[in-house]
């Protein structure tokens, strides 16, 4: 596709479950991140891929949170045993690469998370 | 203290206005993007600024390096352009930096028609 999609556009789920939540980036873009907007809140990082480069992690909130980013394109971002806490959006984000005047990020839709 | 400041938190305007959003930071940065977030949620890139000025349409982006400062103008506001404007800093020596981003909170804006 021409933009940023993730999937699915909402979840719903019940506190302790485990969520996977997808990003499909840009094709050709090598930078991807995740942030997530929680509800009244800003903006806050999660994590970021840079090609074959280990991923800058070091916006998770905890060991609960993971990503992975499989043959440079897809990501997947796991929440494990969700809390209500969890409950937010989480964006995804992907650049032409990190550095240099192409580094507009091009943001997803967006996976509103409901944690009941 | 935030590391991104944003100013004012809410805004409101007569369509027609000329429109002033400031962002100011406190980290070495490489670059500072200016984010619009529509009503809907969905989030556009507007610029990205390493240093002087930028124009899009009604637009103007302006950044002070040295004063830790970017501002975002809206010429001949209009009721579509109500949304949440948002800068946010790449922290970092250009072509070394980190690549997350740093955002502020937000300004609300409201053009009334």
């Known amino acids: 596709g021409a933009g940023v999609s993730q999937s699915p556009s909402n979840k719903v789920t019940e506190k302790g479950k485990d969520v996977e939540l997808r990003c499909d980036p840009i094709?050709?873009?090598?930078?991807l991140y995740w942030y997530r907007q929680s509800l009244g809140q800003g903006l806050e990082f999660l994590i970021y891929?840079?090609?074959?480069?280990?991923?800058?992690k070091s916006g998770l909130p905890s060991d609960r949170f993971s990503a992975e980013r499989t043959g440079g394109s897809v990501s997947t971002l796991t929440i494990q045993r969700t809390q209500q806490e969890d409950s937010a959006v989480y964006l995804c984000?992907?650049?032409?690469?990190?550095?240099?005047?192409?580094?507009?990020?091009?943001f997803g839709p967006g996976t509103r998370l409901t944690v009941l | 203290k935030n590391e991104v400041e944003q100013s004012p938190q809410n805004l409101t305007a007569q369509e027609g206005e000329f429109i002033t959003i400031n962002c100011s930071y406190s980290v070495g940065i490489s670059a500072l993007h200016w984010l619009q977030q529509h009503p809907g949620g969905g989030i556009v890139s507007l610029f990205m600024?390493?240093?002087g000025k930028k124009k899009h349409g009604r637009l103007i982006a302006t950044i002070n390096i040295q004063e830790k400062h970017s501002s975002l103008h809206i010429t001949a506001s209009h009721p579509r352009d109500s949304a949440v404007y948002i800068c946010a800093v790449r922290i970092g020596n250009y072509g070394g930096s980190q690549g997350n981003l740093i955002f502020g909170k937000g300004t609300k804006l409201s053009v009334k028609p």
């Open positions: 984000a992907s650049s032409l690469r990190v550095s240099g005047a192409t580094d507009t990020q091009y």
């Open positions: 891929f840079q090609g074959n480069s280990a991923p800058d």
């Open positions: 094709s050709g873009h090598t930078a």
């Open positions: 600024l390493s240093s």
